[in-house]
């Protein structure tokens, strides 16, 4: 019997238990295998006369008692008596070795392991004919589930090894060739490739000169014929194989492990570079990887020895090409990237010293120069693509000695490469050689590498001016130019600003004259050069669909603009959709530039004033030609009666036309978004730069700025948080240097009095209509820099609590700041409580003066659109306080917000949308993970990747291919991110959820109090959102009941989605908060629409969902009838999951009964009897078992055995209501005609009165008959085809009650058998119908397969027989079968035999 059980193990780990479990894993991970170490031996030597593999078999014979092993001893005890015995019969040994190691038994294989190694250590080379056989059974035990058979394999294996090893070094190929598959020639379990390698380093490291040459050429040459699917894992296995052979005992490596990277070496030079890096070869990644491995296991003194093999190999093949004695440059390059890998490996921790990898790198550039200038050397060269990864090689080699090296090093020798690099180096190669340090944070960037960027934009402006400007704006905007202020250098200010000197320019400037060039200058130029900013408008921005996403990157050569001026009349040479990525760039640049004041100041007024202009008219003109936006600005920016008019012209105006994968902004004005922002970056450098600018020279043109925005632009861009801030930022820097002078100069008096009345208390009054609804905002930090410009502004005074008190300045604004400064994370968000607590204590006090009325409500409902809940239910506390001291207040701020969610539209805040931050984010992520050191997973126990050295690659190589994208796409999206200052996701249907929870919990009563808008809206979901009620609406048109308003003005249909989530869960969750929410009135016999909501809610208590049922209960309950309101804990209890059972043992439902007045029985049982139907339909807990359901549904039918004929017809037809066409068409005629029959089919309860209003929205007329129908059997089979309408489900549930209702009432089921019959044979003619569909489409799949297997089953459901075989047989793909088609092919096929499984137990249950 196989022993599967697992032994705990020795506990070595420490810890009070003597043994421990260990798992597969870490038990494998203990193995080592290495026979050449063994000291001691197994067991004695043997007598003069026998043999170590009796002695072997007899120690077994103590061991082993199992009946396999048993068997095994009988077999060949007769062969091991002496040693002459085991010579003569090794046939018959290794056969029966061979035989029971083929078993399943663990405890039997361990054992012939053993003894297969005690045989080989007899008979020596005589074993060498049973090599193969043997090998090739034991290499499968390697991937054994026990690991002592594991480690028994693999200890046999290198015994073989041992004891073979004089005739197998003589040609080692052969054994790799039997091992291969276990290094991952094939899929193998963890841990056997590194088995594997253990077990056959002993081996190779006895080949010698030549043999071990041709070895690792045949290893090599074996890998490169690897299936490309298998080529990574075998790799891996290859260089744990290696790394076995070189690796010595505590960190050492083996005295032939020289010898042996060498051997590699060699073969890897043999290699052609026909990639675009090294790492596209495989030979390459595979001695990359040994090396690594080596690496990591080494320390500094231990790894001289790879060192000094590149150093040698280096030296010899740099002098070739030097001295042009060889046309092979693959080598070098080779060596390059190797010593380029073990320089940053573990951070460069390997390495003893730096100046010889430093001389030896500055080798490599002058081999560079050399064939860049000596035409003969770089003709000889045979490989260009080689001449192109050397120079990626020797930069990223010199980037990683920069990076690693000490003060000292750098200051001697690294200086020195540095001048070479820029002297010699392509422009673009500089670049990004400074953006990978800057990105790594090179901590001597700014002192060693600054000045040379400061002096090749200073020489390169005039011809590449373009690819500086995006060189220092991905620098300064994405934060790599990190500089403490307050220190003063010869490149940056005490304000952390670079310094540019000016140079005189050799070449013409645009005045054919020689001239000093002025960076500064030249970029305050570039900014105010006229634009056409009509034709960017015009050109809508899509999100960019391209690979790179990110900075384009730099290329050498002319610039794009030839020209330093750029006249109005010439066409911009930059496209219209970069324009404005350009400006952004220079304002980011400018803003980390040092720059005269006067002339920033001047050149920003005018730019400043150009934008003002464009912007005021491209909005007039887009007003003039959209009757939405006209609305909108008629209505002060309130988009809820813009909606009004025409919805094409809203959409069109709002973006929404655009493809939504495709939109980059929307909302109104959507395509100024950019240019408006842009405003608000030039007005925000203006500010900035006013705080170190003499007062008289900058107030004045401040002061024009912020007046010209103020009037022309914010009115209709109110919503814009770059421009809000820059507002804010202008605001504070006029007051600023109004009330400071500086170098013995001041603001005029004229100039005071101007700022003092634009911040007046009179021009508060006019903004704060234009601003306070950004305090509703989802982005936090316009709601932030709408405070904040608030605050600067004159506050009015709070009103007097009493006559006699002094009145005070209101500081409800103040504290709005304090709640959006306090971060809203778990630490934090305690104080940021305390500050709305503080604020709603003051709002419902009624002292807050008229201005400021609404800011609290609407900067409260602001705080739901943070995605942290433990803060909504202290908002909606404090909310409550306001509700309770000023309703109306607060129903306009709620009522107001939460109807923009029957029109999406009117949530849209002019900005990006969501797609755009999500790619936006997603970007921002990739860009953050390739500076980020991520933990690399082992490989059979060993770490093959640094995650230092990967970190760099990443770096380095998106570096390099930003220098691919020129187009100033890369510029692009770095102008998108600016823009953008607010990127989280927004949850809009959880801030629905949370505006319903807040007006059910504290606004019943203001709800009330507007009733019409309430219960419109409410009509409005049920109507459009709420899918299985809809149809109530269609059955009462034109009836009392019926809705006489167009509810479409109310409820936007075809623009749900657009923000919030569907489904029916959110959807569910919504309709009951609407229903706890009217629960709660008062009087709901006055509403408006009183009897279609009562209907509404009798429809719903029969819905299986316990939540639901309690709240449209409490809401028929709210209607306090007479006859209903005495048992109003009773229904409570039913619909309670916990009180149901005992409620329904001693609530006594028949008409003699105690607990039901007779009197009361015609209002009571409608909205009971729905109640009890909707019950057995719940799934709740345990309940949602089948058994449990049954069990439900048996105790609910009992109770009903004593209701009257008419109460039960109406109980059984409420679960008829999906079925009402099939009854009418499968009713025999004459039932429907005859009087004395029983009546038609009805959901009306005749006992209830008509102000009741109960009947179901399923009553039938049974008059719509056509009078020439007969009724037939046949009738009943074409009813099928009516089921088409209604879901499996319902059907299988209707069968399951028709069984519960049949056993548990028995005769009295007769009023409503008819009915139910018919539904019933129904249900049959519809399965069946079912059945035949999907046996036909089973068949057109079949025949549609090809290939010698294919074979068509036909399913025997033909014979209607309810006990038909399930199985199928298909035909198989055809293995050249496109993988799409047959993907699709089975996923049909999986359909139509779901199909068929309903349609079976439907018609089983049916039967």
């Known amino acids: 019997m196989k022993d599967t059980g697992i032994a705990s193990q020795l506990n070595t780990l420490g810890g009070a238990n003597t043994y421990?479990?260990?798992?597969?894993?870490?038990?494998?991970?203990?193995?080592?295998?290495?026979?050449?170490?063994?000291?001691?031996?197994?067991?004695?030597?043997?007598?003069?006369?026998?043999?170590?593999?009796?002695?072997?078999?007899?120690?077994?014979?103590?061991?082993?008692?199992?009946?396999?092993?048993?068997?095994?001893?009988?077999?060949?005890?007769?062969?091991?008596?002496?040693?002459?015995?085991?010579?003569?019969?090794?046939?018959?040994?290794?056969?029966?070795?061979?035989?029971?190691?083929?078993?399943?038994?663990?405890?039997?294989v361990e054992a012939m392991l053993d003894l297969v190694t005690t045989l080989a250590r007899d008979l020596q080379d005589e074993i060498l004919p049973y090599y193969e056989r043997l090998v090739r059974r034991i290499t499968p035990l390697i991937k054994a589930d026990a690991v002592e058979v594991v480690e028994a394999a693999c200890n046999a294996l290198a015994c073989l090894f041992k004891y073979l090893a004089k005739s197998l070094v003589l040609d080692l190929r052969p054994t790799f060739n039997l091992l291969s598959p276990m290094l991952g020639g094939e899929r193998q379990k963890a841990n056997v490739r590194r088995f594997t390698a253990e077990s056959m380093a002993f081996l190779i490291r006895k080949l010698r000169g030549n043999a071990l040459q041709q070895f690792v050429e045949h290893v090599v040459h074996t890998m490169l014929e690897c299936a490309p699917t298998r080529l990574p894992d075998f790799q891996n296995g290859l260089a744990l194989l290696f790394f076995e052979c070189m690796r010595n005992v505590e960190t050492q490596l083996h005295s032939r492990a020289s010898a042996i990277y060498t051997a590699l070496l060699r073969e890897l030079y043999k290699e052609e570079l026909d990639g675009e890096r090294l790492e596209d070869n495989a030979v390459y990644v595979l001695a990359a990887s040994v090396t690594k491995l080596c690496l990591h296991y080494t320390r500094r003194e231990s790894a001289q020895q790879l060192w000094e093999v590149l150093f040698v190999d280096y030296d010899v093949q740099a002098r070739a090409v030097a001295d042009k004695t060889t046309?092979?440059?693959?080598?070098?390059?080779?060596?390059?990237?190797?010593?380029?890998?073990?320089?940053?490996?573990?951070?460069?921790?390997?390495?003893?010293?730096?100046?010889?990898?430093?001389?030896?790198?500055?080798?490599?550039?002058?081999?560079?120069?050399?064939l860049a200038n000596d035409v003969e050397a770089s003709q000889m060269i045979d490989n260009d693509k080689a001449v192109a990864i050397m120079a990626h090689e020797r930069i990223k080699w010199l980037v990683g000695l920069l990076m690693q090296c000490n003060v000292q090093d750098m200051a001697s020798t690294g200086k020195l490469m540095l001048d070479m690099v820029v002297s010699n180096e392509p422009m673009s190669t500089v670049l990004s050689m400074a953006l990978t340090l800057a990105r790594l944070g090179w901590a001597q960037w700014n002192q060693i590498l600054l000045p040379y960027l400061i002096r090749i934009t200073v020489d390169h402006w005039a011809e590449n001016r373009d690819v500086l400007l995006l060189f220092w704006t991905e620098l300064f905007q994405n934060g790599l130019f990190k500089v403490q202020t307050g220190s003063i250098t010869l490149t940056v200010t005490s304000r952390g600003q670079v310094l540019f000197p000016t140079k005189t320019s050799e070449k013409s400037t645009g005045n054919g004259k020689a001239g000093p060039i002025n960076i500064p200058q030249e970029l305050v130029d570039w900014l105010i050069a006229p634009v056409d900013w009509k034709a960017v408008a015009d050109q809508q921005q899509t999100i960019p669909t391209t690979e790179h996403d990110e900075f384009g990157g730099f290329e050498d050569g002319a610039s794009d603009v030839d020209q330093d001026d750029r006249s109005t009349s010439e066409a911009p040479s930059h496209g219209v959709a970069s324009e404005l990525a350009i400006k952004s760039a220079l304002l980011c640049v400018l803003s980390h530039v040092s720059v005269d004041p006067s002339v920033l100041l001047d050149g920003l007024h005018t730019l400043i004033g150009q934008f003002v202009a464009a912007v005021t008219q491209l909005t007039a003109q887009m007003a003039e030609n959209s009757e939405y936006l006209q609305n909108v600005a008629s209505n002060s920016g309130e988009q809820g009666d813009a909606m009004q008019g025409d919805d094409d012209s809203a959409s069109m105006a709002l973006g929404l036309f655009t493809p939504k994968d495709g939109r980059l902004y929307w909302g109104a004005y959507h395509q100024l978004f950019p240019l408006v922002s842009l405003l608000g970056s030039a007005l925000k450098l203006e500010a900035s730069a006013a705080f170190h600018a003499p007062p008289r020279l900058v107030a004045e043109k401040l002061m024009d700025s912020w007046c010209l925005i103020l009037d022309h632009v914010l009115p209709a861009h109110s919503t814009n948080p770059l421009l809000v801030e820059s507002m804010f930022k202008a605001a504070d820097a006029l007051k600023f240097v109004t009330t400071t002078s500086r170098g013995g100069e001041a603001t005029s008096a004229a100039i005071k009095q101007k700022v003092a009345a634009a911040l007046s208390l009179q021009q508060l009054e006019h903004l704060v209509p234009m601003l306070e609804h950004n305090l509703t905002s989802t982005q936090p930090s316009l709601r932030l820099w709408t405070l904040q410009l608030l605050s600067l502004f004159e506050q009015p005074l709070m009103k007097p609590a009493d006559k006699s008190a002094t009145q005070e300045p209101c500081t409800i604004v103040e504290m709005g700041i304090a709640l959006e400064s306090t971060a809203g994370g778990m630490e934090t968000y305690k104080d940021r409580m305390n500050h709305l607590r503080r604020m709603a204590v003051i709002a419902s006090s009624g002292r807050v003066p008229e201005i400021f009325h609404n800011v609290f409500p609407y900067l409260a409902l602001g705080q739901y659109s943070l995605n942290f809940s433990y803060i909504w239910p202290d908002v909606t506390k404090q909310l409550g306080l306001l509700a309770a001291a000023n309703q109306q207040l607060f129903w306009n701020a709620v009522w107001g917000l939460l109807q923009r969610f029957n029109d999406e539209r009117l949530l849209i805040e002019t900005g990006p949308t969501p797609e755009a931050k999500k790619w936006l984010n997603s970007c921002a992520e990739a860009r953050a993970a390739e500076s980020e050191l991520t933990a690399s997973p082992k490989i059979d126990g060993h770490a093959i990747e640094c995650p230092n050295l990967a970190r760099f690659n990443r770096v380095f190589s998106a570096e390099l291919l930003r220098l691919a994208n020129v187009d100033g796409s890369g510029l692009q999206n770095l102008a998108i991110a600016t823009n953008c200052p607010d990127l989280n996701r927004v949850d809009y249907a959880n801030v629905q959820k949370q505006l319903m929870t807040m007006l059910a919990e504290i606004g019943a009563a203001a709800a009330e109090a507007h009733s019409k808008p309430v219960v419109q809206a409410f009509l409005a979901f049920i109507r459009y959102d709420f899918g299985w009620t809809s149809s109530f609406f269609t059955k009462h048109e034109g009836t009392e009941l019926g809705l006489d308003v167009d509810l479409t003005g109310v409820y936007a249909v075809e623009h749900r989605g657009l923000l919030t989530e569907r489904g029916r869960r959110i959807d569910e969750t919504r309709c009951i908060l609407w229903l706890k929410l009217i629960s709660k009135f008062r009087n709901p016999q006055q509403l408006p629409r009183a009897p279609t909501l009562y209907s509404l809610f009798l429809r719903m208590i029969t819905r299986g969902d316990n939540e639901m049922q309690r709240h449209a209960l409490g809401c028929l309950l709210a209607w306090r009838q007479s006859g209903v309101h005495p048992y109003a804990e009773n229904l409570r209890n039913l619909v309670d999951e916990k009180r149901f059972r005992d409620e329904i043992k001693t609530f006594d439902l028949a008409v003699n009964g105690q607990s039901i007045n007779i009197v009361h029985r015609e209002q009571l049982m409608?909205?009971?009897?729905?109640?009890?139907?909707?019950?057995?339909?719940?799934?709740?807990?345990?309940?949602?078992?089948?058994?449990?359901?049954?069990?439900?549904?048996?105790?609910?039918?009992?109770?009903?055995?004593?209701?009257?004929?008419?109460?039960?017809?109406?109980?059984?037809?409420?679960?008829?209501?999906?079925?009402?066409?099939?009854?009418?068409?499968?009713?025999?005629?004459?039932?429907?005609?005859?009087?004395?029959?029983?009546?038609?089919?009805?959901?009306?309860?005749?006992?209830?009165?008509?102000?009741?209003?109960?009947?179901?929205?399923?009553?039938?007329?049974?008059?719509?008959?056509?009078?020439?129908?007969?009724?037939?059997?046949?009738?009943?089979?074409?009813?099928?085809?009516?089921?088409?309408?209604?879901?499996?489900?319902?059907?299988?549930?209707?069968?399951?009650?028709?069984?519960?209702?049949?056993?548990?009432?028995?005769?009295?089921?007769?009023?409503?058998?008819?009915?139910?019959?018919?539904?019933?044979?129904?249900?049959?003619?519809?399965?069946?119908?079912?059945?035949?569909?999907?046996?036909?489409?089973?068949?057109?799949?079949?025949?549609?397969?090809?290939?010698?297997?294919?074979?068509?089953?036909?399913?025997?459901?033909?014979?209607?027989?309810?006990?038909?075989?399930?199985?199928?047989?298909?035909?198989?793909?055809?293995?050249?079968?496109?993988?799409?088609?047959?993907?699709?092919?089975?996923?049909?096929?999986?359909?139509?035999?779901?199909?068929?499984?309903?349609?079976?137990?439907?018609?089983?249950?049916?039967?």
């Open 1166 to 1407: 409608p909205i009971l009897l729905r109640v009890l139907h909707g019950q057995m339909m719940v799934r709740n807990g345990k309940a949602s078992r089948k058994d449990g359901m049954r069990i439900r549904r048996a105790v609910i039918l009992n109770a009903m055995v004593g209701v009257t004929q008419e109460e039960l017809r109406f109980f059984v037809g409420i679960g008829l209501e999906t079925f009402r066409t099939t009854i009418l068409r499968a009713t025999p005629r004459e039932l429907l005609a005859n009087a004395e029959s029983p009546e038609p089919f009805s959901l009306t309860f005749n006992g209830a009165s008509a102000s009741t209003t109960d009947k179901m929205d399923v009553d039938s007329d049974a008059s719509a008959l056509d009078t020439d129908e007969q009724s037939s059997i046949s009738e009943y089979v074409g009813a099928g085809a009516e089921m088409d309408n209604v879901s499996s489900k319902a059907q299988i549930s209707f069968l399951h009650l028709q069984m519960e209702l049949i056993r548990s009432l028995g005769i009295k089921a007769t009023p409503v058998f008819h009915e139910a019959f018919a539904v019933i044979l129904s249900s049959v003619a519809w399965a069946q119908r079912e059945l035949d569909v999907a046996n036909d489409e089973l068949e057109t799949l079949a025949t549609e397969q090809t290939g010698d297997d294919s074979q068509t089953t036909e399913d025997s459901d033909a014979d209607n027989d309810s006990d038909m075989d399930d199985a199928q047989s298909y035909a198989s793909d055809d293995e050249n079968m496109d993988v799409a088609v047959a993907v699709g092919k089975k996923s049909a096929r999986g359909d139509i035999e779901h199909r068929k499984s309903v349609a079976r137990e439907i018609r089983q249950l049916a039967i």
């Open 20 to 108: 421990r479990f260990k798992s597969f894993k870490q038990r494998a991970d203990e193995i080592e295998i290495n026979v050449s170490r063994r000291i001691v031996r197994d067991f004695d030597e043997p007598e003069e006369h026998g043999s170590y593999f009796a002695e072997g078999v007899k120690k077994w014979n103590e061991l082993n008692c199992t009946k396999d092993y048993t068997d095994f001893l009988r077999r060949v005890t007769k062969y091991q008596q002496s040693l002459a015995q085991v010579l003569y019969h090794k046939d018959d040994i290794v056969c029966a070795l061979e035989e029971y190691m083929s078993m399943e038994h663990e405890l039997v």
């Open 327 to 370: 046309q092979r440059i693959q080598p070098l390059v080779i060596l390059l990237g190797l010593l380029a890998l073990a320089t940053i490996v573990r951070k460069g921790s390997r390495v003893s010293e730096y100046k010889p990898l430093f001389q030896r790198c500055q080798t490599a550039f002058t081999i560079a120069k050399m």
